[in-house]
């Protein structure tokens, strides 16, 4: 959703003003919001928007009361509960053999339904830009200076007039204040809401994912950073690492902390994944550690505003359209 959760996969990630749902096999959310339901039946197919063998995701388009949804779908990880195991390996796990050489067999294994969940996130009702966001599409470099970024990204983001509605009803305990894993309100400057990405499930702790959301307003990415910014950096820093250890019990030296550029929301927010993670996002066209971030802002305080940044659009992005008649031609 991706991506909450790119995916927020849910806090994931989202640039209107739109509830965004979880779904599973016991806790359904009805597509109209108004009630529970145990099934997709009020769901009409449209189009595959995306799909990932390895990252194993399927995004799909279609319809409810005449109305856009877009729906992911994500395999979850394998449980290591040792009763979870020993029902796996028992007689209700059913083999269909594929191949058989000497002491080597393949098999097609249909498990217990209730071990083989999908994790769904619905989006409804869907705008036309989420169903840009989730299509499959060709990928574009920018090398991004100070004079593009002013030139076009940032009359860009401000023509946009992106939606964080949501981040606000998150920071003002509207929504989600279940999920909070940890807040800092002693300043208004430095403080922030730390919670878990949409993208992660709680269960696995290899797959831990959480987004720290800073309070103050009007930080919308890493190029308004400046010398300015280093107490609430170094804040979140810190305490995000050992409100981790104290609830999960990951220690800092298995975490990684970064800022996404461009991000997928324009309020300040830091993920912090485990390092075990194939985390969407980590690529070195997007992330940037946090620590790395302090470290040259300490260098130089304008730092984020001169150097280029390096970032991809897709070629259905408006910012994309707009680089077109720039930086493409």
């Known amino acids: 959703m991706a991506s909450k959760n790119e995916s927020r996969t849910h806090v994931d990630d989202v640039q ?20 529970s339901l145990k099934s997709f039946k009020a769901f009409d197919f449209t189009e595959v928007l995306n799909e990932d063998a390895k990252q194993k995701f399927l995004f799909l388009h279609g319809k409810s009361e005449n109305k856009d949804a877009v729906v992911l779908l994500e395999k979850t990880p394998f449980s290591t509960d040792i009763n979870t195991i ?41 705008t036309e830009k989420h169903i840009t966001k989730y299509k499959e599409q060709e990928m574009f470099v920018v090398y991004e200076t100070e004079d593009l970024y002013n030139s076009v990204t940032l009359p860009h983001i401000e023509s946009q007039k992106f939606s964080v509605q949501w981040v606000y009803n998150i920071l ?6 279940d999920r909070i894993v940890f807040e800092d309100c002693s300043s208004e400057d430095t403080g922030f809401i730390l919670l878990p990405d949409m993208k992660w499930d709680r269960k696995d702790i290899n797959s831990l ?4 959301i800073v309070h103050k307003h009007g930080i919308k990415s890493l190029r308004d950073l400046d010398q300015s910014h280093l107490p609430l950096l170094k804040n979140i820093l810190k305490k995000s690492l050992e409100a981790v250890k104290e609830k999960f019990g990951v220690s800092k030296d298995k975490l990684r902390v970064y800022i996404h550029y461009l991000p997928s929301y324009y309020h300040l927010h830091v993920h912090i994944t485990h390092v075990k993670l194939e985390a969407p996002g980590f690529e070195a066209d997007h992330a940037h550690l946090l620590s790395d971030v302090i470290e040259n802002i300490e260098l130089c305080s304008d730092y984020y505003k001169q150097r280029t940044l390096t970032y991809k659009v897709r070629e259905q992005d408006e910012l994309y359209k707009r680089l077109k008649d720039t930086y493409f031609c």
């Open 172 to 177: 003002d305990k509207k929504c989600e204040s």
């Open 16 to 35: 209107a003003k739109k509830p965004k749902l979880e779904i599973s096999d016991n806790e359904a959310l009805d597509l109209t919001g108004k009630s």
């Open 86 to 126: 020993k029902k796996i390996l028992s007689s209700e796990t059913h083999l269909k053999e594929t191949l058989k050489n000497d002491i080597y067999g393949t098999y097609e294994a249909t498990i217990p339904a209730e071990l083989n969940s999908v994790k769904a996130t619905v989006i409804y009702p869907a």
């Open 209 to 212: 994912y959480l987004q720290a």
